[in-house]
Nanobody, 133 residues
Framework: QVQLGESGGGSVQSGGSLRLSCAAS????????LGWFRQSAGKEREGVAF???????KYADSVKGRFTISLDNAKNSVYLQMDSVKPEDTAMYYC???????????????????????????WGQGTQVTVSS
């Protein structure tokens, strides 16, 4: 089982920035997909940002142009830079890793995978982000 540990959450005012980090206990170089998901009270977990083994990234429409996912294989870490945050970004943020290819190969018609939370077996405990207006 791969251990994932998130950090960097906290409280920030609307329009501000945060950088979330996720450290993995296994080489991130071997991951098919690395993703950030979030869940707020009363809502289902939703995908935020993803990066696959080819370095291709994908973002939810709600964060596109504001959030950036990046990977440092030397540190076995994946990051989420959150800029121009909004109150609706308030949620618990989780990182997830797919080392089996289940998420990677789940794309419809061979399209981009990585976005389905069901394809990930490895999850962190989460870090809370609260954005005040």
């Amino acid at each position: 089982q791969v251990q994932l540990g998130e950090s960097g959450g906290g409280s920030v005012q609307s329009g501000g920035s945060l950088r979330l980090s996720c450290a993995a206990s296994r080489d991130t170089y071997g991951a098919y997909c690395l993703g950030w998901f979030r869940q707020s009270a009363g809502k289902e977990r939703e995908g935020v940002a993803f990066i696959d083994l080819d370095g291709v990234t994908k973002y939810a429409d709600s964060v596109k142009g504001r959030f950036t996912i990046s990977l440092d294989n030397a540190k076995n870490s994946v990051y989420l830079q959150m800029d121009s945050v909004k109150p609706e970004d308030t949620a618990m943020y989780y990182c997830a890793a797919d080392y089996s290819g289940t998420a990677y190969y789940s794309g419809d018609g061979g399209g981009y995978g990585c976005t389905s939370p069901g394809g990930y077996k490895n999850w962190g405990q989460g870090t809370q982000v609260t954005v005040s207006s």
